[in-house]
T-cell receptor
């Protein structure tokens, strides 16, 4: 499976934008980039996913590099409630039938300062 | 409430005892999953189910048993608990899981301690 690399932790201030990077240099052409986050003492929750074009939803934006070897999750205006571990996960055509579930790495621990 | 729930939220047991962790979802999702989360390992898949009466092993199935007689329930049983099974267990569900765009919805987790 293609792997992802994320910084262990990042710190940001409340009400400022946050850019969470993810490197995936071995990504294949059909791999989708998914982001999940895990708030303290909760289960992971889906944030966003994309293939090539930048994507936006109510939670965040996903910016994907032109060569697709990296991506950035953007929280436009971080709040204290955005403090969580953010996971960048690749899913490709080989991920059929649920046999592999989701492959979580260690993610990035985002700290928000008031 | 609608969604995915797990019970109990916290459980302390002793080595050798049988323990069952419950998972219930109200969306009628076909797929359900069990993960465990340990420090240094992230989340790892234990078992999954594609539909009622269809289950299969994930990455770390040893020591666990699952069943799925109803679509909405997916219990996980530790037949003889060991200290190495001390972990946080998460249940998840998905309407489908064959497409690379499919997503999972997670429950709040059960923190299990085996003494």
């Amino acid at each position: 499976d293609a792997k992802t690399t994320q910084p262990n932790s990042m710190e940001s201030n409340e009400e400022e934008p946050v850019h969470l990077p993810c490197n995936h240099s071995t990504i294949s052409g059909t791999d989708y980039i998914h982001w999940y986050r895990q708030l303290p003492s909760q289960g992971p929750e889906y944030v966003i996913h994309g293939l090539t074009s930048n994507v936006n939803n109510r939670m965040a934006s996903l910016a994907i590099a032109e060569d697709r070897k990296s991506s950035t999750l953007i929280l436009h205006r971080a709040t204290l409630r955005d403090a969580a571990v953010y996971y960048c996960i690749l899913r490709g055509d080989y991920s059929g039938g649920g046999a592999d579930g989701l492959t979580f790495g260690k993610g990035t621990h985002l700290i928000i300062q008031p | 409430d609608a969604g995915i729930t797990q019970s109990p939220r916290y459980k302390i047991t002793e080595t050798g005892r049988q323990v069952t962790l419950m998972c219930h979802q109200t969306w009628s999702h076909s797929y359900m999953f069990w993960y465990r989360q340990d420090l240094g390992h992230g989340l790892r898949l234990i078992y999954y189910s594609a539909a009622a009466d269809i289950t299969d092993k994930g990455e770390v199935p040893d020591g666990y048993v699952v069943s799925r007689s109803k679509t909405e329930n997916f219990p996980l049983t530790l037949e003889s608990a060991t200290r190495s099974q001390t972990s946080v267990y998460f249940c998840a569900s998905s309407e489908s899981w064959g497409l690379v765009t499919d997503t999972q919805y997670f429950g709040p987790g059960t923190r299990l301690t085996v003494l």
